[in-house]
């Protein structure tokens, strides 16, 4: 089963204009993570935000959460044609256990 | 240093064929997984290893999949028979107890399996 949902399942911007992903999620968690998986190709992990973090940036990377609404958002910033890829949330419960990931956002960044 | 390795790439065989997928992780891992990525899904964990022991395999479908990872170290999964509802990409990662604080996994490029 997969714990996160990410909204929107798709999005099509222009190089240069902002990307923002949510994630919603179902349980309590201990952190969440966000990887990008280019086609036909591994994850790779992005950025981890803690449970008692609200806000988290690496690079033109922005990470929210709120465990109030059990949703977090990624931003990225100025975006290029090479962020094109699928971005997945996903969570742990508390102490350490198995990440579940989310179904993904497709972004495609056109020149 | 290397990543994590999987093998082989790709996989097309036919149904009620047996298939065996391998994964050598990146080096002092102790934790390994198997994800199932069906297409436009995310990764679904088959199982999880603790060094040797499989600590997490309550969604591995134990009548056609088994797994193992005899030394602690790489591991191979395997499907007998397959069935068309398998082919998936089959994702292998590592993660290490040094940054268990940070749960970051590294992940293989999978091996995309094929059932006709």
């Known amino acids: 089963s997969q714990q996160g949902e990410e909204d929107p399942q798709a999005l099509s911007i222009q190089e240069g204009e902002n990307a923002t992903m949510n994630c919603s999620y179902k349980?309590?968690?201990?952190?969440l993570q966000w990887y990008r998986q280019n086609s036909g190709r591994g994850l790779v992990h992005l950025i981890l935000?803690?449970?008692?973090?609200r806000e988290k940036h690496s690079g033109r990377l922005r990470v929210t959460l709120d465990t109030s609404k059990k949703s977090s958002s990624l931003l990225i910033t100025a975006s290029r044609a090479a962020d094109t890829a699928s971005y997945f949330c996903?969570?742990?419960?508390?102490?350490?256990?198995?990440?579940?990931f989310g179904k993904g956002t497709m972004l495609l960044v056109s020149p | 240093e290397a990543g994590v390795v999987q093998s082989p790439r790709y996989k097309i065989i036919e149904k009620k064929q047996p298939v065996a997928f391998w994964c050598n992780p990146i080096?002092?891992?102790?934790?390994l997984y198997w994800y199932l990525q069906n297409l436009g899904q995310g990764p679904e964990l088959l199982i999880r290893?603790?060094?040797?022991?499989?600590?997490?395999d309550s969604q591995l479908p134990k009548d056609r999949f088994s797994a193992e990872r005899l030394k602690g170290v790489d591991s191979t999964l395997k499907i007998q028979p397959a069935e068309l509802g398998d082919s998936a990409v089959y994702l292998c990662?590592?993660?290490?107890?040094?940054?268990?604080?940070?749960?970051?996994?590294?992940f293989g490029e999978g091996s995309r399996l094929t059932v006709l």
């Open positions: 990662a590592s993660s290490s107890p040094s940054v268990r604080n940070t749960g970051e996994l590294f």
């Open positions: 349980t309590s968690i201990n952190n």
């Open positions: 935000i803690r449970s008692n973090e």
């Open positions: 996903a969570t742990d419960g508390t102490g350490y256990s198995t990440l579940t």
């Open positions: 080096s002092g891992h102790n934790t």
């Open positions: 290893y603790e060094n040797e022991e499989a600590v997490d």
